[in-house]
């Protein structure tokens, strides 16, 4: 395998190193060693070493959600996330992806979603429809709430609304290309998706973005591939905590005792953890999880359930026993794919997102 000076480096730091396996949610929810930054590393070690060939190591190589827990953690700077993904980008060129992954990249090449799916349900059509004029301030809903989880799609339209937002959604949304990032890493398929969507969004004056992944992907890593978005891009909870502060949404506080889950990209890639906070304090009473913030312990997400489920769900049910644990009845999220995947399996503690909140819902 080619794999670059820079992250051979980092592979042979990590392959003898445990200083983070605790950290990882996949390592922890399965309880195999496998799952940990340490082993991963020391598979593609074994592979620039011609121990072995990359086909072995591929499914453990998507065994990771790229969380950055890892990276968070390491007080010695090294980065699995970033050979992990490479190992991603050079199997994608030496065809060897695992047929599973095949299907999700073939699917995001012709559908622009790892999902395939081609049209949104009805109520986000009409929706949709009703923001298709041109506005200076743009929705952008991404992938995972348009086509799998098309409520919280609507419940984002229905909070801008409210706070009577001037804005656009776009009918033919383009992909972010946070989904072929994931999936192959840093492939000219990925960057000419980031690219036509830098494009389209240079249209507005300020972009909204609903999923922090797709924020994490619009604000950060679109930098690192070298592509300008023209407009000024926020997240969906700064902009919202700005409608509250600004008396624009009118905030009544049930004093409902709830608990704030993270999503990593916000806390760890942005560094943006009060602005979820402020709105969530404007309508309920917040107490915090364990583990918290920058500290924060990934949730699930709908696209690695759909190659791993089972481990997925043990990850949502971890995370919920940490807020269970420390009395906490209530969570709520501000990331749609973990707001999907904790609620797949919540018993008895209730799921909410930020819109429920916001809405009374
Ligand atoms: S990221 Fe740091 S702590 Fe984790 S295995 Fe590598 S060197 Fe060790
Ligand atoms: S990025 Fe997250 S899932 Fe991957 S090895 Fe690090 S902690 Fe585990």
């Known amino acids: 395998m080619i794999m670059s000076e820079k992250c051979k480096q980092h592979v042979d730091s990590c392959r003898f190193c445990w200083m983070c396996h605790h950290i990882c949610p996949i390592g922890n929810a399965t309880g195999q060693e ?114 799998m989880a098309c409520e919280q799609a609507l419940k984002a339209i229905k909070v801008l609304d409210k706070a009577g937002v001037d804005f656009s959604v776009m009918e033919n949304e383009l992909p972010s290309g946070v989904q072929l990032d994931f999936l192959i890493g840093a492939a000219n398929e990925t960057k000419a ?78 560094e943006e953890t009060e602005e979820a906070r402020e709105i969530v304090m404007s309508y309920a009473v917040l107490g915090e999880m364990l583990l918290n913030r920058a500290e924060t312990v990934w949730a699930g997400n709908i696209l690695m359930a759909q190659y791993m489920p089972e481990i997925i769900k043990k990850v949502a049910e971890r995370r919920i026993f940490n807020a269970t644990s420390i009395g906490a009845n209530t969570i709520v999220t501000a990331c749609v794919s973990e707001y999907v995947s904790l609620k797949a399996v919540a018993k008895d503690v209730e799921i909410l997102s930020l819109e429920d909140l916001i809405l009374g819902e």
């Open 193 to 270: 998706q980031m690219e036509a969507c830098a494009k389209a969004l240079g249209e507005y004056k300020t972009v909204v973005v609903y999923d922090p992944n797709d924020a994490k992907a619009i604000k950060q890593l679109y930098k690192e591939y070298g592509i300008e978005v023209k407009a000024n891009v926020v997240t969906y909870t700064s902009f919202v905590a700005g409608l509250i502060k600004d008396g624009k949404l009118e905030a009544k506080n049930t004093g409902k005792a709830v608990v704030f889950q993270d999503p990593y990209q916000l806390s760890r890639d942005l």
């Open 34 to 147: 496998r799952n940990t930054a340490r082993a991963r590393a020391l598979g593609i070690s074994l592979v620039n070493r011609e121990a072995i060939d990359l086909s072995e190591i591929m499914d453990n190589i998507y065994e990771c959600c790229t969380c950055g827990a890892c990276v968070h953690d390491c007080v010695t700077g090294w980065d699995p996330v970033m050979f992990t993904k490479e190992t991603r980008l050079q199997a994608a060129l030496e065809g060897k992806l695992p047929e599973y992954i095949m299907t999700l990249v073939s699917n995001c090449i012709e559908t622009g979603n790892a999902y395939g799916k081609t049209a949104t349900c009805d109520c986000l059509t009409e929706a949709i429809k009703a923001h298709a004029d041109k506005k200076d301030t743009l929705l952008f809903l991404g992938v995972d709430a348009k086509f």
